[in-house]
């Protein structure tokens, strides 16, 4: 079955859902003032693209010499880039619900990265803030912030529309038996799980997208894109136009070189070219002025394809291809290389081309961004900060960026704090802090806590009180939740799964191996 004949097989129902018909009667005016217009006819549309372990040295515009992403390349010359965002967790899980509750790791719901801890019933999300005020609201891709028949399934916090993945374990599979659409699962032809199908997944899930943006265009929006290219298994077809990007490299030929690691950049390049075809659609629609579109990646990158002339992994995602210079550690711990994230956002008229950011955020400032940008109510528990001044101006926005005192986080056994230029971290339980200084030590090499106690323990204070216990959402039960995780492999194998990816070990001196960051119980490669 091709890409176009699944589309019409969803038929008349998924039209229905995609356009909001049945919520146009919720439709009201915003609470506030839009920074952008007065009535809800002109609300900024919203796209948010967050790629699934995209790392942040693994575009070509960051001087990677082997990846190519030539569209997302152009849209940070068309925008603006920030230097320093950061994940609101290390992992899948967590982040996802950093970034759609605005609420730090002390407080979210969502702590462990198991796959399947569900959001509260009560919690509020970027989706429920903005369907609230009419905007239609689609999700296509990984959700991770709770399994089937859970009180944290997408279309109870806010969205019309999800369609892709509910777990994270299912999300390792491009060719997946089925995926889910609030709910429900729709059958990808000639697929039993595993690595090898007919039906490939992610194709699906971006002309879903599309088809969604398509469906809106007289009414305001908000499309979340968490892609899962090019996480999980490292799979992309022979026939993708991406190859073509790579036809006269040598590396490519080399056959020394794992097949795993040229899928991977085939896929980066196939999420680049997604990108492009987002923007082009919304210039075919004359959507483009009026429509903020960021692109991101979820958490920090991961070691990948590890050799002993690649020791921080081939593609180098935490490693600064121009001057050397790296990030410590990668996704698990709670160092900058399992932190430090790609930022782009492009609006034309609204925001000036080709800048580049140093303002510190972190993924749950998105929520109150967007609430101010479209005059949304936020909730009253978000730990985020509104960094709309920083993305339209002081004047547009009608006040200057504030910023953090402080920012938290919290992983397993690991707790981090940041405060401007420092950053102090705890690695394991009972471990002693660590401080650092990262405009002198970007690579967190070396502890600077005994020489500044009075800022450690400032900081520290900050972390006791950032903590509270977790209450995670619940399951009425778990049956299709575990069916999900088991179709990851689906019929194509017998055995348990296990198909598993590890964490970084790190050699080179002063860099702490991952094993030392976080423990393995903690860090699942969800």
Known sequence: MNRRQFIKM???AGATLYSGATHAANRKPPSAASPNSGDGEHWPNIVYIMSDELAYYELSHMGNPRIRTPRIDHMAAEGLRFTQALAGAPVCAPLRCTLMTGKHTGHASVRANDGG???????????????????????FG????????????????????FFGYYDQVHAHSFY???????????????????RTGQTYSHYVIMDEALKFIRANKDRPFFCYLPITPPHGMNDIPADDPAWELYKDDEWVEDADVPQDAKNYAAMVTMVDRNVGQVLELLRELDLEDNTIVFFTGDNGGQDRFRSKEHARGYFGPNVNPKTGVEFRGGKGNLYEGGLRIPFIVRWPGRIK??????????QPDVLPTLAELTGAKTPDDIDGLSFLPELIGSRAAGRKQQKHEFLYWEFGSQTAVRMGKWKAIQPKKNAAWQLYDLN???????????????????????????????????????????????????????????YTEKVNRITEKNLIPAEDATSSSEYSPK
């Open 440 to 498: 002198a030590d970007l690579s967190e090499t070396t502890d600077i806590a005994a020489k500044h106690p009075d800022i450690l323990a400032r900081m520290k204070e900050f972390a006791e009180k950032s903590h509270e216990p977790v209450r995670p959402g619940t399951f009425t039960t778990r049956t299709r939740h575990e069916r999900d995780r088991k179709a990851k492999w689906g019929s194509s194998r017998s055995e348990t799964d296990n």
């Open 117 to 139: 801890t569900p959001l509260r019933a009560e919690e509020e999300t970027i989706a429920s803030m903005l369907k609230n005020i009419g905007y239609a609201t689609g999700g």
């Open 142 to 161: 990984k959700w991770g912030c709770g399994g089937r028949d859970s009180t944290g399934v997408p279309e109870k916090h806010g969205f019309d529309v």
């Open 10 to 12: 969803l038929g008349a």
């Open 176 to 194: 997946p038996p089925y995926l889910i659409r609030n709910s429900e699962e729709v059958e990808l032809a000639g697929n039993r799980g595993g």
């Open 353 to 362: 081309p080709s800048r580049v950011s140093d303002l510190l955020f972190y």
